[in-house]
Structures are given as structure tokens and as C-alpha cells.
Nanobody
Framework: HVQLVESGGGSVQAGGSLRLSCAAS????????MGWFRQAPGKEREGLAS???????RYHYSTEDRFTISKDNAKRTLYLQMNSLKPEDTAMYYC?????????????????WGQGTQVTVS
């Protein structure tokens, strides 16, 4: 069971940038399918981006031009660079990890989740 801890959230003005981090403990981090998700009040959790063991990435169409997912296997850390932030990006952001096979996509089911980090854009 891998533990995930997100950080890097905060309050930012529209047009600004943030970089979220997700530190993973235990497990074979480099082999995981990793993803970023968000959930705004009153809305369902939304998959934003994923990255597989080879470094291949997939994005939700609504944010792929502004958000970039990456990872550092040596640091066991996943990142989400968010640029040109908009008020509608305000949400709790979560990272997910999954060691099971199958297509690595932000639309798949993830077995492990962090506690989230709040992003507020005004």
C-alpha cells in the first residue's frame, strides 16, 4: 500500500501558476500509473492527467493546454504544473497511484489516493 502526500496548493490570482507535488512512500513508484484529479464543491472528482511507467502522458481535453504532469522517479514525486489558472480551477487536487495493469489514463480507477491539496484561484 503506497501512501501519497500532496503539497503545493494555495491561493493565486487568475492567470497565475502553481506547481503541485505528490510524494509517494513505499512501493515501486517508477512502475505505477500516476494521476492528478480534482474535485470542486458539489461536483464529481475529475481526472486531469496521468503518466505511466514509461513517462507517457494523457490529459483531460479541458486542461491539456495549461497543465503538465511529470514525475521524478529518484525522488518518488509526481508533479502537476498549472499555468494560466482560472477561477474555475478552484478545487481540491488529489494524486492517485495504481500498480495494476491496464491502460494508464486519468479516466481509470486508482487504488491509492492522497488527502488532497486545496487550490483557490480568484
Amino acid at each position: 500500500h503506497v501512501q501519497l502526500v500532496e503539497s503545493g496548493g494555495g491561493s493565486v490570482q487568475a492567470g497565475g501558476s502553481l506547481r503541485l507535488s505528490c510524494a509517494a512512500s513505499a512501493g515501486m513508484f517508477s512502475s505505477y500509473c500516476m494521476g492528478w484529479f480534482r474535485q470542486a464543491p458539489g461536483k464529481e472528482r475529475e481526472g486531469l492527467a496521468s503518466i505511466d511507467s514509461y513517462g507517457s502522458t494523457r490529459y483531460h481535453y479541458s486542461t491539456e493546454d495549461r497543465f503538465t504532469i511529470s514525475k521524478d522517479n529518484a525522488k518518488r514525486t509526481l508533479y502537476l504544473q498549472m499555468n494560466s489558472l482560472k477561477p474555475e480551477d478552484t478545487a481540491m487536487y488529489y494524486c492517485g497511484a495504481d500498480s495494476r495493469g491496464g491502460v494508464c489514463s486519468p479516466r481509470r480507477t486508482f487504488a491509492n489516493w492522497g488527502q488532497g491539496t486545496q487550490v483557490t484561484v480568484s
